[in-house]
């Protein structure tokens, strides 16, 4: 079986190492942080990211990047979003050709607002690209919850490939050739999901945060099918599917930088409480950006911009949500 290393030793990164590891696959994990690759190779555990999971004997982690990279066939990058340029510089002279890159970060790069496989794209042209997303909560696909994902990439050989490689009876890779779809989808989705816990951190039930989900789609599709996306994509898993979990789980960090925003907290605060990174802070600035570059409505990543980067109240962003213009309901 191919070795895999994983760049990053964060919560999906090991969760889905876990996963190979029981299926049998040799995994390497490189890491930056040593009480990380510590705990991995004498405890048998990701203390830091997943506590209470056994993590296999053929699972391994390194310190040294070179090490961690001999011999592999696959590299995942499992760092968060704004890292994967850096990284990317950091592989690309230590590798062959041949050696797939498969990316689980979700987001776009706010400098230039290009998608992560066009940044690896750029930094590695001659290795192919696969992206790997859906609704898959790391606690939950460490634990063999039955999780369904979606690859894809412009060479769908190698997306094949990998959907082998990661498919088991607990964990199900559909493939999709619709790349600019399933990398909008799952980004922009962190946005809306921030947007959700607020709404929760400030009181608002159910009734809000239907209408913040739907209303959110809405947004997806738009940015999405302007980008070149097929519509069909974000009813699937990396639309719709993502967008149900991250907004209604506990598991979501995005979530629960939002319900703490909503009762109060700055967003460095919510961070901070957070621990990990908030991909839907870094992802509302950009397509921010995006939006305005393109002209494209999106009212809710408009107002999250405005509470998160310019003090609005969250209240006073809801009141001008519900009081625009009427309309048709219309994606």
Not at 63 to 90: G, M, Q
Not at 184 to 195: E, S, Y
Not at 230 to 249: N, W
């Amino acid at each position: 079986m191919s070795d895999i290393t994983f760049i990053g030793g964060g919560s999906f990164g090991t969760a889905l190492s876990v996963m190979l590891g029981k299926k049998g696959y040799s995994v390497n994990v490189w890491d930056r942080n040593q009480d990380v690759i510590h705990d991995i190779n004498v405890k048998r555990e990701n203390i830091k990211y997943m506590h209470n999971v056994v993590i296999p004997a053929n699972v391994t982690a390194f310190y040294d990047l070179n090490e961690a990279l001999d011999n592999s066939k696959i590299i995942v990058l499992s760092v968060p979003s704004h890292a994967i340029r850096d990284v990317c510089k950091k592989i690309k002279e230590c590798i062959s050709k041949d050696v797939v890159i498969v990316n689980i970060a979700k987001g776009i790069e706010e400098s230039s607002l290009k998608r992560l496989s066009e940044v690896i794209e750029e930094e590695m042209p001659v290795n192919p690209v696969v992206v790997l997303s859906g609704p898959s909560h790391a606690e939950e696909v460490a634990l063999d919850i039955p999780t369904t994902v979606v690859v894809t990439s412009k060479d769908m050989k190698c997306a094949k490939q990998i959907q082998d490689v990661f498919m088991t009876n607990k964990f199900r890779v559909y493939t999709n050739d619709d790349m600019v779809g399933v990398e909008i989808g799952g980004a922009v989705k962190n946005i809306i999901a921030l947007a959700a816990g607020i709404s929760d951190g400030s009181g608002y039930g159910d009734n809000t945060k239907a209408a913040l989900m739907t209303r959110g789609m809405s947004e997806i599709i738009r940015i999405g099918i302007k980008l070149g996306a097929k519509p069909e994509t974000f009813y699937g898993l990396t639309g719709m599917g993502d967008l149900i979990v991250t907004c209604t789980s506990m598991h979501s960090r995005n979530r629960k930088a939002g319900i703490l925003i909503g009762k109060g907290y700055t967003v460095d605060e919510a961070c901070n409480e957070v621990g990990m990174v908030v991909e839907g802070v870094k992802a509302c600035r950009a397509f921010y950006k995006l939006k305005e570059k393109l002209n494209v409505t999106m009212p809710i990543t408009d107002i999250l911009y405005k509470v998160l980067f310019q003090d609005k109240e969250a209240k006073y962003g809801v009141y001008e949500l519900m009081s625009r213009d009427k309309k048709d309901e219309v994606y």
